[in-house]
C-alpha cells in the first residue's frame, strides 16, 4: 500500500543554535524544516544546540510542517544522544548524515526503541558518499520506518573530485540511482542543495531539473528559495485542472466498458490515470498544510 502523501516541495535547513532561526522558522512557507545538528553547528556548540531544538519543538507553534532533525553521526561525541533526545521531543524524523548501509539503520532503531521513539517517527538518510549511493537499494529497503532519502550532492561532488556544473552532469548516476531505490520502496527523494544564492535562475533551473527527474522537492539553504520551489515541484491550476478531466473522463469510458479514452486527441491509458490521481493527491496535500489553522 502507497504511504500517504506529503508535500515536500521545499525542504529548508535551519541551523539548531540559532535561536532567532528557529523562531522565524515557524512562519516560513517551507514544506518541510530540517534543524540541523550535524553541519550547521560548531563542535562547542553542539550540546546547546540539541537543547534549542527539542526545546522548540516540544514548545510546538511549527503549525502542519514538517519537522526533521538532522542529527550527528553515531561515530562523533554526541550521535548517540542526539538520536535519545531527539527521539522524545516530537520530531516527525530525524535524518542521519553519511548512511551507507542497513547495518547502521540497525544500530540507531535500537537505539530509538530503548529512548522510547513514537511508532511512526521516520528515519531519513543523507544520501551522500559514493557507497552510500551503491547501496541505496539497501539502504531503503531497511526498515519500514525509512521516510526518505536526502541528496547531499555537495559531499557526493567532493568524494567524486567531480565538479558543480549548471548541468549537473556529474551527478545524474547518483541522482538516478537513488530515485530507483526511493520509487522501488515508496519512499521520498529530495534533490540536494543549490549554493548559488545569488543566481535565482540557475536555482530555478536545478528545480525544474529536478522536478523533470522524478524528485519530490529540493533542500534548501535559504528562505529566498521557498517560494521557487514551492511553484515548481508542486502542480499548477493548468496540472490540476487536467488531472481532474483525465481522471473523469477514464471513469466515464469505464462505464460504458472501454479501457482507453482520448481527451483532447491524447490517448489516456490507466497509467495516465495513476498520475492524475497522484496529482490530485498533492495539490490537495498541499492545500491542507496550507489552509489556516482552525
Known sequence: MARTVRPRRSV????????????????????????DLEDAVAPDAKEKARVLVCSALTEGGFGKRELVVRINGLGTPWGRDDVIAVSRCGADALLLPKVEGAGYIREVLSIMDVAGAAPDTAIWCMMETPLGILHAERIASASPRIGSFVMGTSDLTKDLQAQHTRSRIPMLTGLSLCLLAGRAFDISVIDGVHLALDD???????????????FDGKTLIHPKQIEIANRVFGPSEEEVAWARRIIEAHEEAAETGKGVVVVD???????HVQDAQRTIALATAIAEREAPAA
Open 12 to 35: 529548508l535547513y535551519m541551523p539548531g543554535s540559532n535561536p532567532r532561526a528557529l523562531e522565524k522558522a515557524r512562519d516560513l512557507a517551507a514544506d518541510t524544516l530540517i534543524l
Open 200 to 214: 535565482m535562475e540557475s536555482f530555478e533551473a536545478a528545480c525544474e531539473q529536478g522536478h523533470e527527474m522524478g
Open 265 to 271: 486527441g491524447r490517448l489516456i491509458e490507466n497509467l
